[in-house]
């Protein structure tokens, strides 16, 4: 019995042994695996905080577009109206310089 004795106690020791390494590797694992999810925390608000950023900036463009957009609207609407007014000015000429002529043709007879 003796013996029977020294062999359990001997492998109560290895079996002790063996779950003391495997808790700290359990525990290493588990470090590891922390560090981890703290480091992609970090990186996740960093990306909230560049995310936050670029709706700033992509506001700023939408107004910067519809700044440019009422600009060249404007711009399109003073050349269509210069446009109206020289064709209007040149029609004036062209009747009056009819006119003029046609004036002559009368006054001189030659109609």
């Known amino acids: ?5 020294k062999k359990d106690k001997t492998k109560s020791i290895k079996i002790e042994k063996d779950l ?5 590797d359990i525990n290493q694992k588990l470090d590891c695996l922390q560090k981890d999810v703290t480091e ?11 995310r936050e950023v670029l709706k700033g900036e992509i506001n ?3 107004e910067d577009i519809k ?3 009422n600009s060249q609207n404007n711009k399109i609407w003073a050349l269509i109206w210069i446009l109206i007014w020289t064709l209007i000015g040149i029609l004036i000429t ?8 046609g004036g002559i043709f009368v006054i001189s007879g030659r109609f």
Do not use: C, G, Q, R
């Open 67 to 69: 700044e440019i957009n």
């Open 1 to 5: 019995m003796k013996n029977s004795y």
């Open 20 to 24: 003391t390494e495997i808790l700290t």
């Open 60 to 62: 700023a463009l939408k």
């Open 94 to 101: 062209v009747v009056t310089s009819f006119l003029v002529a």
């Open 40 to 50: 992609i925390k970090i990186e996740l608000t960093t990306a909230k905080a560049d």
